[in-house]
């Protein structure tokens, strides 16, 4: 029988395990975890995603603050920013909310968060730790490291002997994703658009991880028979069966028809998702207690 893997309640017990960890630096250091949220301009899907941000760093205890620019702040006010939150000693981690709108070049800001606050792991020294192997020294993003722990909940720690396929390359997700899977000994492809007869490569894979972009693309036929699939695709598609104007969420695997081929699955909504926000938290805290000098906590 296929699992479906449920991302809601992988992601509620890292909460469990930040809000605790939150807690017991608090209690024993007199530290409180601080995360800084920055949003710009007025995309309603990001101000969702912040304001769940923002929501959950309270849950879990921290010190949340949210910045929200308006959509004609300038390059050099958001830096202005960046630095601010850099130089606050109460702020452990700073997120910009991606994507800036257009004028906004979002790869200098990124670059200008202190990597040891870049809680979303996209900083070139936390990238570079990554690459290099290095998974204890620097700041994991989170949606790789949320599905990691998906896959690791499936197949365990060590992935020896197993051909994963990461379809998308790009530094947010694909990238980083690769290298989580090749430092637990798997066989890793990256695949792309440029990739020859895209089927069949995924077909050798054990792990199938999409992160394209494009609604349902991953099809039956595309899955090796027991293979874990992980979809980390978010697609808005209208739904006229829901009624005229309708939509509906559906990821980049055709869910219905590859459930039936797979051995484990993640669902869209609540699969990948939910990990995101719950690895951002995580991050948030390590980077707490590596402020405090104290050993950070494992998620
Ligand atoms: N600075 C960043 N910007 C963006 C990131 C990121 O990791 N850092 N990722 C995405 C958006 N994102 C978080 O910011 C995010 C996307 C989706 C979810 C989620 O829980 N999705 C739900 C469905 C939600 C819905 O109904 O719309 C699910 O899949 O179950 C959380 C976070 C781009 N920007």
Known sequence: MTTIIDGKQVAASVIDAVKSAARELEQDAGVKTGLAVVIVGDDPASHAYVS?????????????????????????????????????????????????????NSEPIIQSILPEKDVDGLHVVNAGKLATGDL????????????????????????????????????????????????????????????????AVCRNADILVAAVG????????????????????????????????????????????????????????GGVGPMTIAMLMANTVIAAYRKSGRKAPKF
């Open 52 to 104: 769940s941000k923002s929501r959950m760093a309270k849950e879990c205890g921290f010190t949340s603050i949210q910045h929200t620019l308006p959509e004609e702040t300038t390059q050099e006010e958001l830096a202005a920013l960046v630095q601010t939150l850099n130089a606050d000693d109460t702020i452990h981690g700073i997120l910009v909310q991606l994507p800036l709108p257009k004028h906004l």
């Open 136 to 199: 204890d020294g620097g700041l994991i993003s989170c949606t790789p490291a949320g599905a990691m722990v998906l896959v690791r909940g499936i197949h365990g720690d060590d992935l020896s002997g197993l051909n994963a396929v990461v379809i998308g390359r790009s530094n947010l997700f694909g990238k980083p994703m690769a290298a989580l899977l090749v430092n637990a000994n798997a066989t890793v492809t990256t695949a792309h658009s440029r990739t020859k007869d895209l089927a």
């Open 214 to 269: 494009r609604p349902e693309m991953v099809k039956a036929d595309w899955v090796k028979p027991g293979a874990t699939v992980i979809d980390v695709g978010i697609n808005r598609v209208l739904a006229p069966e829901k009624g005229e104007g309708k939509s509906r969420l559906v990821g980049d695997v055709a869910f219905e028809e590859c459930a039936k081929v797979a051995g484990a699955i993640t669902p869209v909504p």
